[in-house]
């Protein structure tokens, strides 16, 4: 069975600094793995994706994350923080088993000060 | 339609009543699924459907919960004796198939608040 631990629950950074969320992963097969983001009165959306091609994914508002398979990690990453990235953060893993059943870690808030 | 849709979008009952909670997923999308998300927590997997089957309902929390989805397109979440514990908001996601990465798209959720 797969599973996700993202470290840290909150996350507070100063905009303009480097973001840095940490996640994860198990899985006894592949994974695909996945970051979502949740803004405050919105639905959970798709910042970007890893699905066994390039390790280094590059995804929506200058977000980034690198899939790590020695170290079984896949950290998202942004250069300088923005306010409005202020969000909650889900990292996710998914394996097809002839189907997908994708589970999400406890997710991560980040905090962007001005 | 654009997107996923679930109605209603905040729901209040009591203790012991019985809850619907409706998802219309993208058009085309074959697959489909229910997570909960409680304050502070990630959604929490529950079933999830490939056309009219459920293809893992590993994640319902007991006998209280079911879900539907007869015609492989809207499906329903239902709740019969609800509990305090499961006031929660439940996410509806759906996903194409064809897209082989399980890319999932989300609706706003059903907020569930048992009295």
């Known amino acids: 069975a797969q599973s996700v631990t993202q470290l840290g629950s909150h996350v507070s950074v100063s905009e303009g600094a480097l973001v840095l969320l940490r996640c994860n992963y198990s899985?006894?097969?592949?994974?695909?793995l996945f970051w979502y983001v949740q803004y405050p009165n919105q639905g959970l959306q798709l910042l970007l994706k890893y699905t066994s091609a390039a390790t280094l994914v590059k995804g929506i508002n200058g977000f980034e994350a690198e899939f790590k398979k020695s170290e079984t990690s896949f950290h998202l990453t942004k250069p300088s923080a923005h306010m409005s990235d202020a969000a909650e953060y889900f990292c996710?893993?998914?394996?097809?088993?002839?189907?997908?059943?994708?589970?999400f870690g406890a997710g991560t808030r980040l905090f962007v000060k001005a | 339609g654009a997107g996923v849709s679930q109605t209603p979008s905040n729901k209040v009952t009591e203790k012991g009543k019985y809850v619907e909670l409706r998802c219309d997923p993208i058009?085309?999308?074959?697959?489909l699924y229910w997570y909960r998300q409680s304050l502070g927590q990630g959604p929490e997997f529950l079933i999830y459907?490939?056309?009219?089957?459920?293809?893992?309902d590993s994640g319902l929390p007991n006998d209280r919960f079911f879900a539907v989805r007869p015609e492989g397109s809207v499906s329903t979440l239902k709740i019969q004796r609800t509990e305090r514990g499961d006031s929660a908001v439940y996410l509806c996601?759906?996903?194409?198939?064809?897209?082989?990465?399980?890319?999932?798209?989300f609706g706003e959720g059903s907020r569930l608040t048992v009295l």
């Open positions: 058009s085309g999308h074959t697959a």
């Open positions: 459907f490939q056309g009219t089957g459920a293809a893992d």
């Open positions: 996601a759906s996903s194409l198939q064809a897209d082989n990465t399980g890319e999932l798209f």
């Open positions: 899985s006894s097969v592949p994974p695909y």
């Open positions: 996710a893993v998914s394996v097809n088993t002839g189907g997908f059943k994708t589970i």
